[in-house]
């Protein structure tokens, strides 16, 4: 059975640094680009970082672009993103999700991916 998971949401204060992992089982992990959404309450899902199924190629949204680092380890079916000097902003909860590698799409619209993890929440306190 296909399968996200998402770990290492919390409460962190502002300034302060988490790192979400993704584990995936019951899929090719390295035939798929991966990203990373999140979505507060009454708002839509947004973008925040995406990588190619090698990791030769990562794509960040420019609210977050050099504060989160998009990572993976396809000997361990991970992804990873590391998010430092977080802000109020940054809280939501976070989803990793899997996109065919070869599709020809684009990889900051969440509706075209193929598979979601049930999310992790953070939250950052003043």
């Known amino acids: 059975q296909e399968q996200l998971r998402e770990f290492g949401g919390g409460l962190v204060q502002a300034g302060g640094s988490l790192r979400l992992s993704c584990a995936a089982s019951?899929?090719?992990?390295?035939?798929?680009?991966m990203g990373w959404f999140r979505q507060t309450p009454g708002k839509e899902r947004e973008f925040v970082a995406s990588i190619s199924w090698d990791g030769g190629l990562m794509d960040y949204a420019s609210s977050v672009n050099r504060r989160f680092t998009i990572s993976r380890e396809n000997a361990k079916n991970t992804l990873y993103l590391q998010m430092t000097d977080l802000k109020p902003t940054d809280a939501a909860v976070y989803s990793c999700?899997?996109?065919?590698?070869?599709?020809?799409?684009?990889?900051?619209?969440?509706?075209?991916?193929?598979?979601w993890g049930q999310g992790t929440q953070v939250s950052v306190s003043t």
């Open positions: 999700a899997a996109l065919l590698r070869g599709r020809i799409v684009s990889h900051r619209d969440w509706s075209k991916y193929d598979y």
């Open positions: 019951g899929i090719p992990f390295s035939s798929y680009n």
